[in-house]
């Protein structure tokens, strides 16, 4: 009886992914129906993220790009699908995925705009945790899935993050933060770093801000399992990339 339920399920989500693939074709993607079919796929594919693997695979990209009657941009079609790619980035196929469909960019820019001061979305930790947890899965299998660095939007989630991070005492998010943006540096050169338009002198101090304070978390207080092995990614990372980065090098000593 499970295994016919779970099947009449499987047929169920296959169907809307049928009917989206329709809309697809015909070059729609605005639209409460639209996003509330996002939203059902979104809830199972929580629970089983690997069902309808195909067709999930054709169709990332376009979901991600499927906007509410109201919205300007995307953004409650990512937060549907969150959960489901949090999953299927703890895989190497998965980070695959994310990197030719570029669901990373989408990802990236729906954490920018649930950290940014000016935001008016009200900040979820649930979200914000999922949204990092991808991310990090990502970068920490950039190499596996040679993945190559370009566009801004990873010099804006630096930014981001950095200024997030200011006014947070939580090593939680302090860990978090740090370790992506230290994932971040161990990819690029400060040349390309500097002369990106969308990186300020004042982001450049809050970076290295961020990355000091999360290096001087080791000996202070107890640290969770969790903290304790972002800290070595940080630590880690900071190692190889210190002496390519002599201004942010310089600011994290002073």
């Not at 169907?15 to 074709?25: A, F, R």
């Not at 954490?111 to 990090?136: F, K, M, N």
């Not at 903290?227 to 990339?241: F, G, K, P, T």
Request: aromatic fraction near 6%.
């Amino acid at each position: 009886t499970l295994t016919m339920i779970i099947s009449g399920l499987n047929e169920t989500i296959s169907v809307v992914l049928d009917y989206l693939e329709d809309v697809k074709d015909h070059g729609e993607n605005k639209g409460d129906d639209l996003l509330a079919s996002v939203r059902l796929i979104g809830s199972y594919l929580a629970e089983t993220p690997h069902a309808c693997g195909e067709k999930v695979k054709a169709l990332l990209g376009y979901m991600l790009s499927i906007q509410g009657e109201d919205e300007a941009s995307p953004f409650y079609s990512i937060c549907f699908l969150i959960p489901m790619l949090c999953q299927i980035t703890m895989r190497t196929d998965g980070c695959k995925l994310l990197a030719s469909s570029g669901a990373y960019g989408a990802v990236i820019e729906y954490l920018i705009r649930l950290i940014a001061p000016t935001s008016s979305t009200v900040e979820d930790a649930g979200s914000v945790s999922l949204a990092c947890d991808t991310i990090l899965n990502f970068l920490m299998k950039r190499e596996q899935i040679a993945f190559t660095f370009s566009g801004a939007s990873f010099i804006k989630l630096l930014s981001a993050l950095s200024h997030w991070t200011e006014d947070r005492g939580d090593p939680d998010s302090l860990m978090m933060a740090s370790s992506i943006c230290a994932l971040i540096l161990d990819s690029i050169s400060e040349e390309t770093l500097i002369r990106h338009p969308d990186l300020s002198n004042d982001d450049l101090v809050s970076l290295s801000q961020l990355m000091k304070r999360s290096l001087a978390m080791c000996g202070k207080g107890m640290m969770s399992d969790e903290e304790s092995d972002l800290y070595q990614i940080v630590h880690a990372c900071y190692l190889r990339w210190v002496d390519r980065f002599p201004r942010i090098k310089e600011l994290i000593e002073r």
